[in-house]
């Protein structure tokens, strides 16, 4: 069952990607709220990737924790293009963007912590 949603929503992947439907020129502005929806794509694709087990199989899993991981990253990634992302979440995702070395990325967490509870 998870397979074929997974080959569903890469199916609707690929049209909406030779539809043209987003630009990276766009904001979210431009973006009809008919189409928004779409952009939900990768995410319901993660989702589905990521529910996938494979007892015994390791590879397999690993695959498709590499495939969830990869179109989450998308999902973020368009959605802080548009201007769609938290000043929080943006941050974090800039966070796992940029490779920030551990320590920074601990004295990052913490101040954002201290932030949201004030």
């Known amino acids: 069952l998870f397979r074929r949603g997974i080959s569903w929503f890469r199916l609707a ?8 439907l987003f630009s990276t020129n766009e904001d979210k502005d431009d ?5 928004m929806k779409y952009l939900l794509t990768p995410f319901y694709l993660g989702e589905l990737s ?5 007892p015994g199989s390791p590879d397999v899993r690993r695959g498709a924790v590499t495939e969830a991981v990869a179109a989450y990253s998308t999902f ?6 548009y201007g769609l992302l938290g000043e929080c979440a943006a941050a974090v995702h800039g966070e796992l963007e940029g490779g920030m070395d551990p320590q920074t990325a601990r004295a ?3 101040a954002r912590f201290k932030r949201e509870k004030a």
């Open 76 to 81: 973020l990634a368009s959605c802080d293009r």
């Open 108 to 110: 990052a967490k913490i």
């Open 50 to 54: 990521s529910g996938i087990n494979a």
């Open 31 to 35: 973006i009809p709220t008919s189409d």
């Open 13 to 20: 992947s690929d049209l909406i990607d030779r539809l043209a």
